[in-house]
């Protein structure tokens, strides 16, 4: 049986890795961004921030962050290239629109060459009567976004960055445009926590792969609170906001750090870098940052602003969404006033679709007649036609080749005409929902495994049709699929001009054609139920074969970033479950805890009724799920075989250890941490948890751990410590940086969440040491409500939450198997 059961783990773990090797094999690496090279010499000129800490009141969070007023590692730079650093270098005065480079978790102030080269580079060959500062805070590369211990005094740095940047201008000038990465955004926007910072002073905000809505993983209460109260004070200070537009953009699927659902915000105006005309490509969590593609369209919005920072402040919308939503492409109403353009006919908009070219020697207007169809697809030569919807220039065209194009619900485009000027023309078609399929594709459950076999969709195209449509219902599931144009064949052309669009509203994904055939993957990674629209445009001399299919790298990738923190709950109630089990079957006599397929199915009903009890709605996922679940368990029992038997060896070697406990170094602990309030509950915890694991395993015979099964309270009990220190192990690594980095005074942390499991784990220590395991046999029933209580968790759970949670479970669990660590020390 013993063999068996290896073999089993042997073959789950190797399925496991079958995974991970699938998803990293399959999921496209390479990166299609272009580089921004800087080709003159680069200047970080320093800029000396002078900060008062005097400005911490008594009412103020920050008075229990020991640190939170010391910046000594922090800096500020001025970026420069050319003559303009040569004039900065040389009088020290600054007279340009200023921009603040804000970096992320792990950022640097470099990170702002792309940027600022760019900016420098098109001023001075433009001869732009304006230059821009472009200044850079640097973190010294913290972790902002695994620990909010470092976000406040981030914030109250970047408070004195602008303030000491506006003295600089004489005069003020009318605003600061903020260009912010990952964590930045968040400390940008938590500016206006400050009840004395002044609106008025932030010009603009764009934001790249920045988590608006929530933290990428709620790892500590700090960071969560820092959400809420964000939030909160942008809608209380609304109005005076009302000028102030956050452009947030997102890199979609290559950025596995922020998903998209996370950049998006009501207050923020979003878009995904594979949904930007000129961009139209998926960007990693860094290279969204120096994407050349996407550094020149936002280059372009900060000279829109620059230009005329009034003109701006009136049209910002519009400016935003034509050059994030649209081609960019200037578009200006001249059917009206002196020289008014002159009506032309009408255009009757069908099945077939209609051309119509203005062989007229001035402009004319032509509406728009539709009464069939459920969306209008348009196409007009890149030049100076443009579209009117409401009587107003529509800047909602793309652009493929050398033509522009859009696609109308038909209910708007009946309300829309077209501007022709002289020999060019327009192509209307009315398309149908239902042209490839009754009904929408439903992506489901059942389509993980339909895709294995055959497509979700699949048929055959006509060219002809100009653009089809196929309508998809995502039912509530995180999944990605594909959808791929073939080309098949094309008269009197080598290759033909075709495209594919996932997407819904204002989203959207547009193919590469860099491959042999056109393909986009469209995905739900918020599991919520949608509708969207995959639009094939095709060229007219060509046929295609079209499909839509699972796509199951990057479905594994949002499954396992959307799911890992939850896993971690999850394992945890697993861990429970075996406990439980064990303890039933121990009660019920030693022939049934000697039966492996026993335990196994005993821990493997208890988990399942903690899945029904817990908000997984999908059962085929949470099928999925508890194997992932179980491979993890299986390897951290393992870890803890491993760990008995070395802890073991060492502790019969020291013979000390066999004397002398680690209580006396347990009351020392209990000292600092109840007495000193600015004791790291990170380092603490850590140092409690080593402690309660060298006490347990010191008095193990090395026979009795040739004898252990992987499902005895020994090896459990372990499996608890070891996650213990997984979870909170690097977070007490990030703590002795931190110390080593700011000194002594750097331990104490607002809001520690790893405080009070460590109240409650000193607890249970000094219980245990002081009273026998008879006094604790009415805590058998703890492990039943650690399961209810796991079970209640959801995606917006803290870590400190599963800290109180495993603290209690450790201590429980040590409790009970006293008896047994007695009788091995007597042997």
């Known amino acids: 049986m013993r063999k068996l059961q290896a073999l089993v783990s042997a073959l789950i773990c190797a399925f496991g890795m079958t995974i991970v090797v699938f998803v990293l094999r399959y999921r496209p690496t390479i990166n299609k961004c272009n580089m921004t090279y800087m080709y003159r010499f680069m200047h970080f000129m320093p800029i000396e921030i002078s900060v008062n800490s005097s400005t911490i009141g008594d009412n103020d969070a920050a008075k229990f962050y020991s640190f939170s007023s010391s910046f000594q590692s922090y800096s500020t730079i001025l970026y420069g290239e050319g003559v303009y650093a040569n004039n900065f270098l040389s009088t020290g005065r600054v007279s340009g629109i200023p921009v603040i480079f804000v970096p992320g978790n792990g950022g640097s102030s470099r990170q702002v060459r792309s940027l600022g080269s760019l900016l420098h580079n098109k001023t001075e060959s433009r001869k732009s009567p304006f230059t821009f500062d472009v200044f850079a805070v640097d973190f010294n590369e913290e972790l902002t976004g695994i620990a909010g211990m470092y976000l406040e005094r981030q914030i109250r740095y ?70 809420v109260q964000m939030k909160d004070v942008w809608e209380k200070r609304k109005e005076e906001l009302s000028h102030v537009r956050v452009v947030s953009i997102s890199g979609g699927l290559r950025d596995v750090l922020v998903p998209d659902d996370l950049t998006d915000d009501a207050a923020v105006i ?202 998809v219902k995502f039912e509530g599931v995180v999944i990605a699929v594909e959808a791929e144009l073939k080309e098949i064949s094309c008269n009197g052309k080598a290759k033909g001009v075709s495209r594919v669009e996932f997407g819904s509203g204002g989203s959207r994904r547009v193919s590469d054609r860099n491959g042999p055939y056109d393909s986009v993957v469209g995905f739900s990674s918020d599991g919520i139920e949608k509708d969207e629209l995959v639009l094939f445009i095709l060229d007219s001399q060509c046929q295609y074969d079209a499909s839509l299919r699972t796509n199951y790298a990057y479905t594994l990738q949002l499954l396992i970033r959307k799911n890992l923190f939850t896993a971690v709950f999850h394992i945890t109630a697993y861990l429970m479950c075996a406990w439980i089990a064990s303890t039933i079957l121990n009660n019920v006599g030693p022939r049934a805890l000697d039966s492996d397929r026993s335990v196994f199915i005993l821990t493997a009903f208890l988990y399942m009724c903690f899945v ?216």
């Open 158 to 227: 970047v408070e004195a960055v602008v303030e000491h940047i506006w003295n600089l201008y004489s005069p003020p000038p009318q605003g600061i445009v903020f260009v912010a990465h990952s964590m930045g955004g968040v400390v940008v926007r938590s500016l206006l926590r400050n009840p004395y910072f002044d609106a008025s002073r932030i010009a603009l905000i764009v934001t790249l792969a920045t988590p608006h809505s929530a933290p990428p993983e709620p790892l500590d209460d700090f960071l969560a609170n820092a959400y």
């Open 270 to 471: 979003h878009f995904s870098t594979s949904s930007i005309d000129g961009v139209e490509l998926d960007a990693d969590h860094l290279c969204i940052v120096w994407c050349n593609q996407l550094v020149r369209i936002t280059s372009r919005l900060l000279f829109e602003y620059a230009s005329s920072p009034k003109k701006f402040a009136s049209g910002a919308d519009r400016i935003i969404h034509r050059l994030f939503s649209s081609n960019g492409r200037v578009r200006e109403n001249k059917t009206t006033g002196v020289g008014a353009i002159a009506d032309g006919v009408t255009i009757m908009v069908n099945r077939i679709p209609s051309v119509v070219r203005n062989s007229a020697s001035l402009p004319l207007k032509y509406s728009l007649s539709v009464s069939v169809g459920d969306w209008v697809f348009l196409t007009l030569a890149a030049f100076s036609s443009y579209l009117l919807v409401n009587e107003q220039p529509y800047e909602g065209m793309h652009t493929l080749g050398k033509h522009e194009y859009c696609l109308l619900p038909a209910n708007i485009a009946s309300q829309s005409s077209v501007v022709l000027y002289p020999r060019e023309a327009i192509r209307a078609v009315a398309v149908f929902e239902n042209t490839l399929t009754k009904t929408a594709v439903s992506v489901n459950s059942v389509s993980l495994f339909a895709s294995l076999l055959l497509p979700l969709w699949e048929s055959g195209i006509n060219g002809t049709s100009v653009a089809v449509v196929l309508p």
């Open 612 to 827: 029904v009890m817990s908000k997984m709605n999908d059962g085929i996922f949470a099928a999925f799920f508890a194997l992932f679940v179980y491979i993890i368990v299986s390897l951290l029992q393992e870890m803890a075989l491993l760990t008995i038997g070395f802890m073991t060896l060492v502790s019969n070697s020291m013979i000390y250890t066999r004397y002398y406990g680690l209580r006396p170094f347990d009351g020392m602990l209990f000292v600092v941490f109840f007495t000193i309030k600015t004791s790291n509950g990170f380092i603490m915890l850590t140092i409690l948890i080593l402690a309660s694991i060298m006490e347990l395993l010191k008095t193990t015979s090395t026979k009795s751990v040739l004898e252990l099964r992987k499902d005895s309270p020994l090896v459990l009990l372990t499996v608890a410590h070891l996650l213990a220190l997984l979870c909170f192990g690097p977070f007490c690594a990030c703590s002795v940086w931190n110390v080593l980095k700011y000194g002594v005074e750097s331990l104490s942390v607002y809001e520690d969440p790893a405080r009070f499991p460590s109240y409650l784990l000193c607890i249970a220590l000094f219980l245990r040491s002081v009273f026998s395991r008879q006094c604790f046999s009415w805590l058998s029933c703890v492990p039943v409500v650690a399961l209810a209580v796991l079970a209640s968790t959801d995606d917006k759970t803290t870590l400190s939450y599963l800290g109180v949670v495993l603290t209690t479970i450790i201590g429980v669990m040590r409790s009970s198997i006293g008896n047994r660590v007695t009788e091995v020390r007597q042997t």
